[in-house]
């Protein structure tokens, strides 16, 4: 069994700093891109920053240049460093991760249960 949890999340103002976390855990053989999503109130849930095994990094148009995705690849950790805060950068921040949990297995996408980020102005 594999699961993810974030954390990090929390309020913080305008122009703030937060870094979200998200651990994976359990039966992992091996651990392929890793992403970070929001979904703010009433719209879509949408991709704000994924990252690949080798450390290749995609970013949505809105959060370029405040915000960095890293991993540590031991820890099978992913880390969200989003600096400039907005109050539109508000939502529920879930990570994904494309595991593998034994050789030969198809890689699964698991995801966390979601963190909290309010940015209020």
């Known amino acids: 069994q594999v699961q993810l949890v974030e954390s990090g999340g929390g309020l913080a103002q305008a122009g703030g700093s937060l870094r979200l976390s998200c651990a994976a855990s359990?039966?992992?053989?091996?651990?392929?891109?890793m992403r970070w999503y929001r979904q703010a109130p009433g719209k879509q849930r949408e991709l704000v920053a994924g990252?690949?095994?080798?450390?290749?990094?995609t970013y949505a148009d809105s959060v370029k240049g405040r915000v960095t995705i890293s991993r540590d690849n031991a820890k099978n950790t992913v880390y969200l460093q989003m600096n400039s805060l907005k109050p539109e950068d508000t939502g529920v921040y879930s990570c994904?991760?494309?595991?593998?949990?034994?050789?030969?297995?198809?890689?699964?996408?698991?995801w966390g249960q979601g963190t909290q980020v309010t940015v209020s102005s």
């Open positions: 359990g039966r992992i053989f091996n651990v392929n891109a």
């Open positions: 990252i690949t095994s080798d450390g290749d990094t």
């Open positions: 994904a991760a494309v595991i593998q949990e034994k050789p030969r297995l198809m890689p699964i996408e698991y």
